[in-house]
């Protein structure tokens, strides 16, 4: 049995996690318009699996615009998964309890993705390392994040808590079994691409 290490992850509780699927949606649409997009160009069939769903927004906005593409998702946090679970009944995503360093499905991915969830992984190259082993051989991770900024105020503080920048998301694959491809940029989210090295 693989040792579980969640010290690096996002911890959610039920109250928590109803909170972030409620309040703070709205204000991340653009990552998740700009995640869909992104994809939705390059891979629209497929496998994809989506590490740290939350509360599964990603997968739901991805399954009724990608009808070929089988999706996965994983989340460390149970209260998360319920609310995912609850969201995407009806469909042919499969959600599961996992993180960054536990897959528990058996399948292969063109695609991995996180979306707001990496700037907290404690252990982000051991991730990507780990991630890499379920890429099938011309497979892509691709992380979304919003992009460092010097906004000010409450919503400036959250959003400097949970964001990367360019150097950041590079140096992430120093030492790991993958290669930086580039970054991409749309106003205030940024992603990060990697492949097998």
């Not at 996690?17 to 949606?25: D, G, H, P, T």
């Amino acid at each position: 049995m693989r040792s579980i290490d969640l010290s690096g992850e996002e911890h959610f509780g039920p109250l928590s996690a109803r909170l972030y699927s409620m309040l703070c949606r709205p204000g991340w649409n653009t990552v998740y318009r700009f995640a869909v997009d992104d994809i939705l160009s390059s891979r629209s069939s497929g496998t994809l699996l989506d590490v740290g769903t939350g509360p599964g927004t990603l997968p739901a906005i991805l399954y009724y615009n990608a009808y070929s593409l089988q999706i996965y998702a994983v989340d460390p946090s149970l209260s998360m998964l319920k609310i995912a679970r609850k969201r995407l009944s009806g469909t042919e995503v499969r959600v599961a309890w996992g993180y960054s360093m536990y897959i528990p499905f058996k399948a292969r991915y063109d695609l991995i993705v996180s979306s707001l969830s990496f700037h907290h992984w404690a252990h982000q190259r051991e991730s990507l390392t780990y991630l890499s082993r379920f890429l099938k051989r011309d497979g892509e991770i691709r992380i979304y994040e919003f992009r460092k900024s010097r906004a000010s105020g409450i919503l400036g503080f959250v959003r400097r808590a949970h964001s990367m920048d360019g150097r950041e998301l590079r140096s992430a694959a120093k030492g790991s079994r993958v290669k930086f491809n580039g970054l991409a940029e749309d106003g205030e989210v940024i992603r990060a691409s990697y492949s097998l090295s």
